[in-house]
């Protein structure tokens, strides 16, 4: 089983639709979360951090379940300017520690 | 502000050659990584090193060596390369402390192994 895994999609929404993405990680210890967004020929770039209690930035809202091992990202009222790819992130913990681990990433287009 | 800087940008490569990719941060970072993105298969680790002095294997180490070389400077060896090791690599750079910290990427080098 992959540490880390995500439907890749593709997801193809009109714009001001809301759209999710899930991501399930194998490791019970893992300690923190993220969501990074890949440009094409891009590098990644941090989103947002998942806290524990769910977080919400502007138009995006993480939420992460623990006893479930899963973490989801909503995008609500999509712009043209959200496509992208957006790849989950899980930080180990235990001996492993300090060690990254991104999902295959899921691919998302908004068209007029 | 430079953040994490990959040398070279491109490069291509017989079968069989050697080459190393550099890395350097200018963050202060303890943890460095390398990753390898192929199409569909998102970021896979290579190695990291959680804190100057120490590296550790990720999911895909074979057929590369790291060296961490300072605190700023993280480098990726390919002894002998294989067409199979054709893919876009990043770098990436982690601050000191604390859980939720951002990871920051260099622009990626595209190796194509012919």
């Known amino acids: 089983r992959k540490e880390v895994e995500q439907d890749p999609g593709p997801f193809n929404v009109p714009e001001g639709a809301t759209v999710a993405f899930n991501c399930t990680y194998s490791n019970s210890a893992s300690q923190s979360f993220f969501w990074y967004r890949q440009d094409c020929r891009k590098e990644p770039k941090l989103l947002m951090s998942v806290y524990s209690s769910g977080n919400e930035d502007g138009r995006f809202t993480a939420q992460l379940n623990r006893a479930s091992q899963y973490i989801s990202l909503l995008i609500r009222d999509s712009k043209l300017s959200d496509s992208a790819t957006y790849l989950c992130v899980v930080n180990a913990g235990g001996t492993s520690y300090g060690k990254l681990t991104f999902g295959q990433g899921t691919i998302l287009t908004v068209h007029p | 502000n430079a953040g994490v800087t990959q040398t070279p940008k491109f490069q291509v490569l017989k079968t069989g050659q050697s080459m190393t990719l550099q890395c350097a941060q200018d963050?202060?970072?303890?943890?460095m990584y390398w990753y390898r993105q192929d199409p569909g298969m998102g970021l896979r680790l290579i190695y990291y090193s959680a804190s100057e002095g120490t590296t550790d294997k990720g999911e895909v180490p074979n057929g590369y060596n790291v060296s961490r070389l300072n605190k700023r400077e993280f480098s990726l060896r390919l002894e002998s390369a294989a067409p199979s090791q054709t893919s876009v690599y990043f770098c990436?750079?982690?601050?000191?402390?604390?859980?939720?910290?951002?990871?920051?990427f260099g622009q990626g080098t595209r190796l194509t192994v012919v």
């Open positions: 990436a750079s982690r601050a000191p402390r604390g859980e939720n910290t951002e990871a920051f």
């Open positions: 963050m202060n970072h303890n943890s």
